[in-house]
């Protein structure tokens, strides 16, 4: 009897969606240089001082393809497949730096860290020392129709071990979550510093 529910445990185990052995999961980290591996792809939205406005689809070897989109100083991602405007409400960018999580190097989540501006209210100036860091876990879309979308945020600033607890979060959640239905959250601590996601 104590067999039987030892392999049906496993069985279950197994069969659970999302479900990922650690152990088969890998990290990869591509750097993405927007003027060599990005080509526009749309009308900008708004030009900013960088010249970084609009629709960009970017190409790195051996990853899938990245849809970039920049409008207004705030910066929005989609890994494998276009996706809405997903970002925070102050002006922000992404780190050129990608974090892949991969299983037999096809990657199933992204990790990017992104910088959003707070302003010092006394000085009414923004202050870098209070810039939030968030480690923003994207689904990667498996093919063009498939969906690409933000499954989760860890505040870099307030956790110690962000991106330990940004990878088990990718492990966890990013192949069964459902960019139609779930919506992203903070995992972990959360400072004062660190925003909500906005839709434009």
Known sequence: MARFC??????????????????????SYTKLDFEKDCTID????????AGMGGSYICSIDNTPIIFFQEGDMR??????APKQF??????????????????NNKPFA???RWFIANMNHETGNFDKSLEAQILVVHRVAANPDDLTCIVALVDARA?????????KV???????FDCRADRPGYHGKRGKYA???SIY
């Open 75 to 80: 910066q929005s991602a989609g890994f494998g």
């Open 110 to 112: 992204a990790i990017v």
């Open 159 to 167: 956790n110690s071990n962000a991106n330990q607890l940004a990878r």
């Open 86 to 103: 997903q970002t925070f409400g102050p002006f922000n960018h992404m780190n050129t730096t990608i974090e892949w999580r991969s299983i």
């Open 195 to 197: 925003h909500d996601l």
């Open 6 to 27: 030892i392999i049906s445990i496993l069985t279950l185990s197994l069969a659970m969606p999302g479900a990922i052995n650690a152990s088969s999961v890998a990290s």
């Open 42 to 49: 749309g009308p900008a939205k708004d030009e900013d001082e």
């Open 170 to 176: 990718a492990d966890t959640l990013a192949s069964s």
